[in-house]
């Protein structure tokens, strides 16, 4: 649960905030702006302090957008520009197609599921949105011989996500 509280801020403001400047994805001003407007519009945040946030995405740009797709960005900052305030626009990227990193993960990981006892559904979901990095990261931890080395490996590999929270600061 904490894990999943902590990947939520991280992607709040990095799917907000975290783009390049790839064709089709907004850039940092543009970004921020939307997701600022939309926080105070549907009373997330209190207009006084819509500055300071504002900046924070801004200063938190490239930073976050090592963490994250440019097309899962987009989807969020569309999200974020269109839809009510009782949609949830962190699970906009799920429409996104896996990447071949994210479907080699998962094919790596249900060849070890049944002996490692491992929830392979529980360790892509949520994730549609990072870039191809994480995925091999990921796999990477089956190259390991025993199930006790991946799962520790796991762990760690799927919290790194999470080192984005410090693009905020």
Request: proline letters at 5%; charged letters at 25%.
């Amino acid at each position: 649960m904490l894990r999943r509280a902590i990947f939520v801020v991280f992607f709040v403001v990095a799917a907000a905030c975290g783009a390049s400047t790839a064709p089709g994805v907004p850039r940092a001003s543009e970004a921020c702006d939307v997701e600022t407007r939309r926080k105070v519009t549907c009373d997330h945040l209190y207009p006084e302090l819509a500055d300071k946030a504002r900046d924070v995405c801004v200063r938190s740009w490239s930073c976050a957008s090592r963490f994250l797709r440019p097309e899962s960005i987009s989807l969020m900052v569309d999200c974020e520009a269109h839809e009510a305030c009782s949609v949830d626009c962190m699970d906009a990227d799920e429409r996104l197609a896996p990447l071949p990193e994210e479907i080699a993960f998962d094919k790596a990981c249900r060849e070890r599921a049944e002996s490692c006892h491992l929830d392979c559904a529980a360790l892509t979901h949520g994730h549609r949105g990072n870039v191809a990095r994480f995925w091999n990261d990921m796999t990477a931890c089956f190259a390991r011989p025993t199930c006790g080395e991946p799962e520790s490996c796991l762990a760690n590999a799927s919290h790194r996500p999470l080192q984005a929270v410090g693009c905020m600061f």
